[in-house]
């Protein structure tokens, strides 16, 4: 078991350092100067040079990502272009407020769409059933920006329920949450249907319920756990909408998370910000995934990991 995970720490070890290599050259082969965004008509050659100098544009590329790199393992992120504040600051309000939304998300994810599954599994063929793939495939189909956009018009701007933008409050997660939560929610229920039919249907089901279990202890102690297997497999895709999503939710809410502050580093060039934001977020990505693989064993103790 250690030497497993072990060996899953160095290969995210590994993934992480070739995804800062993609995220730096893909950022400075990009078209766009970042230095363009910080000039001023008529500004001198000079001046210009000054600027670069100062940001370190005007070194090898090996040798701006070498340093950044190095203060990158510091905690070191540097400044804003656009502000000057440091990125490491900016970021630490940033990612808090997604995290709120984000663990928010995987609860509606969690609680709809694995109990929508069990439920349309155990009425197998029936109104119920058809009625919650309905509802999953509608989740799926429905984009992102749409699920935000009709809740806010419902829930704000008829009902006056909710706030439609900002942060602060518990409110104001409710929203950014459903909307990426919906289509997560559905694609898990989808995920936890098909696996549940697949060990409702097994011979130890059956034997258990002919030892006279009851329904509920038959599906919840014997079929969901084992059920629940493929679902954790494919959780990994279930976090790449919900990180994909964070950035069209907050940003039709107005909300001040990762996902906003990367469209809006992106639209001024704001290197530095953008590094700091897709580096949280893929080591965020694989931190998950590693944690992941270690709910196989609790899921099911016959599983041995080697």
């Not at 970021?91 to 939304?101: A, I, P, Y």
């Not at 910000?273 to 977020?281: D, E």
């Not at 590693?290 to 041995?304: E, G, K, M, Q, S």
Request: glycine share 8%; hydrophobic share 50%; with cysteine.
């Amino acid at each position: 078991m250690t030497g497993y995970f072990a060996q899953r720490l160095i290969q995210a070890l590994i993934t992480a350092l070739m995804t800062s290599i993609f995220i730096f050259a893909l950022l400075h082969l990009a078209p766009g100067d970042p230095i363009a965004a910080l000039t001023t008509p008529g500004m001198k050659a000079e001046d210009r040079d000054l600027l670069a100098r100062q940001y370190g544009f005007d070194q090898p590329i090996t040798t701006q990502y070498m340093r950044w790199l190095g203060n990158t393992l510091q905690g070191d992120f540097g400044k804003s272009i656009r502000t000057n504040e440091p990125v490491t600051e900016l970021l630490g309000k940033r990612f808090w407020n997604t995290f709120q939304v984000a663990v928010l998300a995987a609860l509606i994810n969690l609680i709809f769409g694995v109990g929508i599954g069990v439920l349309a599994a155990v009425r197998h063929r029936t109104l119920t059933d058809k009625g919650c793939m309905l509802f999953a495939t509608l989740g799926l189909a429905v984009p992102a920006f749409w699920s935000a956009v009709l809740l806010s018009l419902v829930f704000a701007a008829w009902l006056r329920w909710l706030p439609a933008n900002g942060a602060g409050t518990w409110r104001h997660l409710v929203l950014p949450s459903l909307a990426l939560g919906i289509a997560t929610a559905s694609l898990t229920a989808r995920m936890t249907r098909s696996a549940m039919l697949d060990v409702l249907g097994t011979a130890y089901i059956s034997a258990a319920r002919g030892r006279g279990l009851s329904p509920r202890s038959v599906v919840l102690h014997h079929a969901l756990r084992n059920a629940l297997i493929p679902v954790l497999t494919a959780t990994g895709q279930v976090l790449g909408m919900l990180i994909a999503g964070a950035v069209v939710t907050e940003t039709v809410f107005n909300y001040p998370g990762m996902g906003f502050t990367l469209v809006r580093a992106i639209t001024e060039r704001d290197y530095p910000v953008i590094q700091g934001v897709l580096l949280i977020v893929s080591l965020s990505y694989l931190t998950i995934n590693l944690l992941i693989d270690t709910l196989y064993v609790a899921a099911d103790p016959r599983i041995r990991l080697t």
